[in-house]
């Protein structure tokens, strides 16, 4: 069954850390882009990192340039997303999304925060940190 699972979410406080993983099954993600995205209560969801499978390179946000890093470990079949000095505005649900079909980002040193590009998503976690 293939599937993306994130976890690591959680509340956190002004200034903190949370370490989120992207969890594949089902596929390896050897040769695809990861993107990282977030939803905030009423708002629209946010692109907000990516890694491409060769290389690799990454992309930020700049909302999140400098706080957070994202990585991948594919022989553990993850990409992780480390998040430091958190805000309150980084409070929302998080997901993980991959090119399943292998589109135009597939086994390329390129990658991409826009949501239509990716065809598989994961269930989320949420993140929220209080002030």
């Known amino acids: 069954q293939v599937q993306l699972v994130e976890s690591g979410g959680g509340l956190v406080q002004l200034g903190g850390s949370l370490r989120l993983s992207c969890e594949a099954s089902g596929f390896t993600l050897d040769y695809h882009a990861i993107g990282w995205f977030r939803q905030a209560p009423g708002k629209e969801r946010e692109g907000i990192s990516c890694i491409s499978s060769s290389d690799p390179n990454t992309y930020y946000a700049d909302s999140v340039k400098g706080r957070f890093t994202i990585s991948r470990d594919n022989v553990k079949n993850t990409v992780t997303l480390q998040m430091n000095s958190l805000k309150p505005e980084d409070t929302g649900v998080y997901y993980c999304?991959?090119?399943?079909?292998?589109?135009?980002?597939?086994?390329?040193?390129?990658?991409?925060?826009?949501?239509?590009?990716?065809?598989?998503w994961g269930q989320g976690t949420q993140v929220t940190v209080s002030s």
């Open positions: 999304a991959t090119d399943l079909k292998g589109g135009s980002y597939y086994y390329t040193s390129l990658c991409t925060i826009i949501s239509a590009d990716y065809d598989y």
